[in-house]
């Protein structure tokens, strides 16, 4: 098995000498610095560029600049999909978007673990674990979603909030580490 399979299977996998996670990180990186120069009103051309860089896409969708990932390919939004400023989604596990999905600026989805083991992490391996993200949720700006983290449909997370496991359907959430405070009514 070679280290992108251990990687995209979760397993104990080492980033730093396979030359060709290397070269896709390389890949997606330079897409998502040209992708950041883009001039704002040329939507279509932003558009385009992200769906180069995404693994999957639907209809309608924006991510503003600046926004950064390490793969891309990992990544899948839903219909009606909008981030503000300052993006970034460590992929190295799947990071998936319901439909209606709205993060606020300055936001993080990290899927990368490192190991505890000293040696192993100065090592450099690594090892991953997905985020899933429900349809109508709404992220407020500077949230920060860890690790293996499910977020449940129609659930708001508060401004600053520290994700660090599983957050039910129809709730409000918030805090670090972020914790249901209420469900959400109509």
Known sequence: ??????????????????????????????????????YPEMVGHKRDMAVRILGKTKNLFYIESPFYCDYGYNIEIGDNFYSNHNL??????????????FIGPNCGFYTSRHPINTESRIQGFAY??????????????????????????????????VVTRDIPENVIAIGNPCKVIKKTTE
Do not use: Q
Not at 88 to 101: E, P, Q, R, S
Not at 131 to 160: C, F, H, M, Y
């Open 1 to 38: 098995m070679n280290e992108k399979e251990k990687m995209g299977k979760g397993l104990l996998y080492d980033p730093s000498t396979d030359r060709k996670l290397y070269a896709e990180r390389i890949k997606c990186k330079n897409l998502c610095h040209k992708y950041n120069r883009i």
């Open 88 to 101: 970034v989604i460590l992929d190295a596990g799947k990071v998936v978007f319901g439909d209606n999905v």
């Open 128 to 161: 991953a674990s997905p985020i899933k993200v429900g349809d109508n949720v709404w992220i407020g700006g500077n949230v920060t979603v860890l690790p293996g983290v499910s977020i449940g449909n129609n659930t708001i997370i508060g401004a600053g909030s």
